[in-house]
């Protein structure tokens, strides 16, 4: 149960994450809005920094779930 947590938890890890470096380099480089971020909240683009901090917290602790589930479980 702890591996399929561990998956699920990276896996939005790695779409918030993705959406969050989606957003910051359409408005900081570009002066457009992509991906659908922009669609749920109105950042400031340096404010898109901290969700890419936010997706790589869920990828980490997606990652940690899973390990300390395959080393609870005996050999």
Do not use: C
Request: aromatic share 10%; no cysteine.
């Amino acid at each position: 149960m702890r591996t399929t947590i561990g998956y699920a938890v990276e896996s939005i890890g790695y779409v918030v994450g993705a959406q969050g470096l989606v957003s910051f380099a359409s408005q900081a480089f570009f002066g457009t809005e992509w991906g659908w971020m922009h669609k749920v909240v109105d950042l400031p683009s340096t404010a898109y920094l901290g969700i890419i901090a936010v997706g790589l917290a869920l990828i980490l602790g997606g990652v940690k779930t899973r390990k300390a589930a395959d080393r609870r479980q005996p050999a």
